[in-house]
């Protein structure tokens, strides 16, 4: 089993984010702001991190990647970028601030699935 934290600001995807990957036998611990997904990975070291680009705040998803990135403890932890924002610049802006993998909603279940899939097992 593996430990994910889901960080997304939008409490209906964050938590049906949650069901999938509960039910995918995986351990979900759900954030709602980049200072919660900060505090939630310095807690206990995830496998795994989905995380939204566009969260309110002074932390996003991008700064969040940036300071996990920056910390020994996370600098390897795979972060799946999830996102509206889906122009070559913006999915540019997301792997140079260190993501793993990016997807642009709308996206399906099976989508996420063969993402969360790969990344743990590139990762194992």
Same mark, same amino acid.
């Given at each position: 089993?593996?430990l994910?934290?889901?960080?997304?600001?939008?409490?209906? !995807? #964050?938590?049906?984010?949650?069901?999938?990957?509960? *039910? !995918?036998?995986?351990? /979900?611990?759900?954030?709602?702001? #980049?200072?919660?997904?900060?505090?939630?990975?310095?807690?206990?070291?995830?496998?795994?991190?989905?995380?939204?680009? #566009?969260?309110p705040?002074? %932390?996003? #998803? %991008?700064?969040?990647?940036?300071r996990?990135?920056?910390?020994?403890?996370?600098s390897?932890?795979?972060?799946?970028? %999830?996102?509206?924002?889906?122009?070559?610049?913006?999915?540019?802006?997301?792997?140079?601030?260190?993501?793993?993998?990016?997807?642009?909603?709308?996206f399906?279940?099976?989508?996420?699935?063969? *993402? /969360?899939?790969a %990344?743990?097992?590139?990762?194992?």
């Amino acid at each position: 089993m593996s430990l994910i934290v889901v960080a997304d600001d939008e409490p209906e !995807l #964050g938590d049906l984010l949650g069901v999938l990957l509960t *039910r !995918l036998g995986h351990e /979900v611990v759900i954030a709602r702001s #980049g200072t919660a997904t900060i505090e939630a990975c310095a807690t206990r070291v995830p496998d795994l991190v989905l995380l939204d680009v #566009g969260m309110p705040g002074e %932390l996003d #998803g %991008l700064e969040v990647t940036r300071r996990l990135r920056a910390q020994a403890e996370t600098s390897r932890v795979p972060i799946l970028l %999830l996102t509206a924002r889906g122009s070559e610049d913006d999915v540019t802006s997301g792997f140079a601030a260190g993501a793993s993998d990016y997807l642009v909603k709308p996206f399906g279940a099976q989508d996420v699935r063969e *993402r /969360v899939t790969a %990344l743990l097992e590139a990762t194992s």
